[in-house]
């Protein structure tokens, strides 16, 4: 049986968090826990994870240290006490598995795949209005699915401007190590800076997985201060594709544009 560990960091958001937690506790597959990295939360919020964490020994509380900062510090924290063994997701508190059967799915296709030896498997989102209404659907690409793909075809999807749905990749634990982890001086495309240095490894072998597995909720953070978000994609793109990264920068928005990203 395959351990998914899901890190989550979180700050006063205990008012939305609850979906989050019971589509994770109603899961047909129960080999999971999730880790919760806080940020500084209220009196009310940090009771409540603890509340939790009492009542069910597979949620793990954490205080943000001042030496990780941000959402990707949190991330880096949270992965100092996972299981090497395991495979692992970050999803933040809007967002939720898509089914009861999520977990129970994706062991099934790690057994079938477990051949490949995989890193990182890139599933499907789906983001949701405020309202509750769907909004579009997320993946890598839309043109290839269920297949196995090496390096250098993941660093040519990139470079046309798509980008793996962060809380719809399932990532090998052993991937991460105290040189290999997010840069917490991003504050909103550390993702994407971590997918873009992923490419400097000598090999990564990854499988595109036309599965949906996390709803997720628009409006956080990453929503808003468009200009630093704008800023730090760039700087990401540059970093890996050098004078041509206008080009990743373009498509990308291009993309979104059109809704095919």
């Not at 919020?45 to 009492?54: A, E, G, Q, S, T």
């Not at 052993?174 to 917490?184: A, G, V």
């Not at 971590?194 to 990453?222: A, D, Q, T």
């Amino acid at each position: 049986m395959n351990n998914f560990q899901i890190i989550v960091p979180t700050q006063n958001s205990y008012k939305i968090i609850r979906k989050l937690i019971e589509s994770i506790q109603n899961q047909t597959y129960n080999n999971w826990s999730v880790i919760f990295i806080d940020g500084k939360s209220n009196k009310s919020h940090v009771k409540y994870l603890k509340d939790l964490c009492l009542r069910e020994k597979r949620f793990t509380y954490l205080k943000q240290n001042n030496i990780n900062k941000g959402i990707y510090g949190a991330m880096n924290q949270g992965l100092k006490i996972i299981d090497k063994n395991s495979w692992i997701l970050f999803w933040g508190s809007d967002d939720w598995a898509n089914g009861v059967n999520t977990l129970k799915i994706l062991n099934s296709y790690l057994i079938k795949l477990s051949s490949f030896n995989l890193d990182l498997i890139i599933c499907n989102g789906k983001y949701f209005k405020n309202n509750g209404s769907f909004l579009k659907n997320s993946s890598f690409n839309n043109f290839i699915n269920n297949k196995k793909i090496n390096l250098s075809e993941y660093k040519k999807l990139l470079f046309y401007g798509f980008t793996p749905p962060h809380q719809a990749t399932l990532m090998r634990a052993s991937l991460f190590s105290s040189e290999n982890k997010y840069n917490d001086n991003y504050l909103l495309a550390g993702d994407l800076d971590f997918f873009c240095r992923l490419c400097f490894r000598e090999k990564l072998s990854i499988y595109l997985l036309n599965f949906p597995i996390v709803s997720m909720s628009c409006g956080g953070i990453s929503s808003r201060n468009h200009i630093k978000r704008f800023k730090e994609v760039k700087r990401s793109y540059r970093m890996l594709f050098k004078d041509l990264y206008f080009i990743p920068y373009f498509l990308r928005y291009f993309l979104k544009i059109i809704r095919i990203s």
